[in-house]
């Protein structure tokens, strides 16, 4: 699993207004590298489940964003990126803007920018 383009998915759902989507793809790759993983015998879960698992449990509600933030810029899954800090700025910004953007509060939330009624 490249955890860079999973969250690059992610950021550009959540961009579009279709967090289910996003939702959807987090909890694929985290079934698939799971079952990948428990297929090579091997145990525990890698720095990009746990980074993927905390942006689902954000979107969820139960993390706050700066709880995110803090997890994602100590996660060795994004430490090796070149741009890490500002990717890690940039993703916090966006997951905060388009929240807001759409009133997310999962799980209902009706994909409309609060100008649209």
Same mark, same amino acid.
């Given at each position: 699993?490249?955890?860079?383009? !999973?969250?690059? /998915?992610?950021?550009? +759902?959540?961009? #579009? @207004?279709?967090?289910?989507?996003?939702?959807?793809?987090?909890?694929? +790759?985290?079934?698939? !590298? =799971? #079952? =990948?993983?428990?297929?090579?015998?091997?145990? @525990?879960?890698?720095?990009?489940?746990?980074?993927?698992?905390?942006?689902?449990?954000?979107?969820? @509600?139960?993390?706050?964003? #700066?709880?995110?933030?803090?997890?994602?810029?100590?996660?060795?899954?994004? +430490?090796?990126?070149?741009? @890490?800090?500002? /990717?890690?700025?940039? *993703?916090? &910004?966006? /997951?905060? &803007?388009?929240?807001? =953007?759409? *009133?997310?509060? &999962?799980? !209902? &939330?009706? #994909?409309?920018?609060?100008?649209?009624?």
């Amino acid at each position: 699993m490249n955890i860079i383009v !999973e969250l690059d /998915f992610v950021e550009s +759902s959540m961009m #579009q @207004g279709d967090f289910g989507n996003a939702i959807r793809r987090l909890e694929s +790759s985290v079934r698939k !590298e =799971r #079952q =990948r993983r428990s297929m090579a015998g091997l145990e @525990g879960d890698t720095a990009e489940i746990t980074v993927l698992e905390s942006i689902l449990d954000t979107i969820r @509600g139960k993390h706050t964003l #700066q709880e995110l933030k803090s997890l994602l810029s100590k996660s060795t899954a994004l +430490s090796t990126m070149l741009d @890490g800090k500002i /990717f890690l700025d940039r *993703f916090t &910004y966006n /997951f905060a &803007y388009c929240t807001d =953007r759409y *009133f997310l509060s &999962y799980p !209902e &939330y009706n #994909q409309k920018r609060c100008d649209d009624l």
